[in-house]
């Protein structure tokens, strides 16, 4: 047990001063720097007598055992924490042209079609019987313009004739064309390369514009998305190394920061950022994945846990032992330092400490600078 002794004329200094300081509340600021003063001498004094009691001839002499880690280099990261997902480059929903009903759907989930594969087939029927007959019709055109081209080389007939025959022909072609491309649009093709997902219909229902026949992804081109909070605008650039990590897989892969959105969303003031991922069978999109983005990275780092920093009125300290000549015993010395970035309980001291130094990482509470311990 630690005991402390107050010297006569520091206690009356402190007496006369709060008697002569008190009822005048301009004098506030003074009078608690002066209390701040008088109690930084007090504990200079009690460290004092305290070390003094602690050797004198006939006292016990108590040394603390501490923990000591050597200040040696090494790299310091700071991370962006985000939580993303993968997506695919290509994920097209598939959907048909035009209504109609499904007479064929050729292909199931998992299946890998190339660009253009048909896959399936709506009711044209009806087009078909419209597309004979005007095929029909456009003989006996095709027949009566020959006919009157004929007559009209010979300079037999009236022109108007010959324009109506030629016309009538010309019509019905174009109508033929125009039907063939209708019923080119009930076949329903691949629009991309890519693998099927969730195939929604069945031959027999109806299918319309804007209604997903199925979804072809393309898992060989894959990346993640994110969301940025707004207070990390300037310090996440393209370009920078990011961290994936898949909770579901337990597995991290390196990449790099692809795209950083120019705008900000209004609803919860994020931005957009992107990372490329390499292509792995065992991805799949949706899939969470927890996204760290180095935006510092120091490889001459002295960094230190964040616990082993002190406060006091002079600032931020920390304790560090001066081996002495003795085996397996220090001196404690208070040194000031000022931190530069923190990550999961990790400190960079960026002044005040040296590669070398000794920080008491244990047993820190209990020591006072100036003290003997042992480690």
């Known amino acids: 047990m630690k005991h402390t002794t107050r010297?006569?004329?520091?206690?009356?200094?402190?007496a006369l001063l709060l008697a002569a300081c008190g009822g005048q509340p301009q004098d506030k600021a003074a009078q608690l720097t002066a209390l701040k003063d008088q109690k930084a001498d007090l504990e200079a004094q009690i460290a004092q007598l305290e070390k003094e009691l602690s050797t004198a001839e006939g006292a016990p002499?108590?040394?603390?055992?501490?923990?000591?880690?050597e200040m040696k280099p090494e790299t310091f990261r700071h991370f962006v924490d985000l939580q993303g997902r993968v997506e695919a480059e290509d994920n097209v929903p598939v959907t048909a042209k035009m209504p109609g009903v499904l007479t064929r759907v050729l292909v199931k989930n998992g299946n890998y079609v190339k660009k253009g594969q048909l896959l399936a087939q709506l009711d044209d029927d009806v087009m078909l019987k419209g597309l004979s007959e005007l095929e029909l019709q456009l003989k006996?055109?095709?027949d009566i313009y020959t006919r009157q081209k004929g007559l009209w080389d010979q300079k037999i007939g009236t022109e108007i004739q010959f324009i109506q025959a030629k016309s009538n022909k010309e019509a019905l072609e174009q109508r033929i064309a125009t039907t063939k491309e209708q019923l080119q649009q009930t076949k329903i093709f691949a629009p991309i390369s890519g693998t099927v997902d969730m195939v929604m219909l069945k031959a027999g229902q109806a299918i319309a514009p804007g209604v997903p026949l199925c979804n072809i992804i393309?898992?060989?081109?894959?990346?993640?998305?994110?969301?940025?909070p707004e207070a990390y605008a300037a310090k996440v650039r393209q370009g920078y190394p990011v961290q994936v990590y898949?909770?579901?897989l337990d597995k991290s892969v390196n990449s790099k920061v692809t795209y950083v959105s120019k705008s900000i969303n209004p609803v919860n003031r994020t931005f957009a950022v992107e990372c490329s991922l390499p292509a792995n069978p065992e991805y799949r999109a949706n899939m969470i994945a927890v996204m760290k983005i180095i935006d510092y990275q120091n490889p001459?780092?002295?960094v230190v846990p964040v616990n082993l920093i002190q406060t006091s009125e002079a600032g931020e300290f920390v304790l560090v032992a001066d081996k002495s000549g003795a085996e397996n015993q220090a001196t404690v010395r208070?040194?000031?330092v000022v931190q530069g970035n923190n990550y999961n309980g990790m400190v960079e001291i960026t002044k005040g400490l040296k590669a070398g130094d000794w920080v008491v990482s244990t047993g820190f509470q209990d020591v006072n600078q100036g003290e003997t311990v042992a480690f």
Request: no cysteine; proline share 5%; net charge positive.
């Open 140 to 142: 006996t055109a095709e």
């Open 246 to 248: 898949f909770p579901d």
């Open 61 to 69: 002499r108590r040394i603390r055992t501490v923990g000591l880690t």
């Open 218 to 228: 393309n898992l060989g081109d894959l990346k993640i998305a994110g969301q940025v």
């Open 300 to 302: 001459q780092a002295l």
């Open 7 to 14: 010297t006569p004329f520091a206690l009356l200094a402190l």
């Open 334 to 336: 208070r040194v000031d």
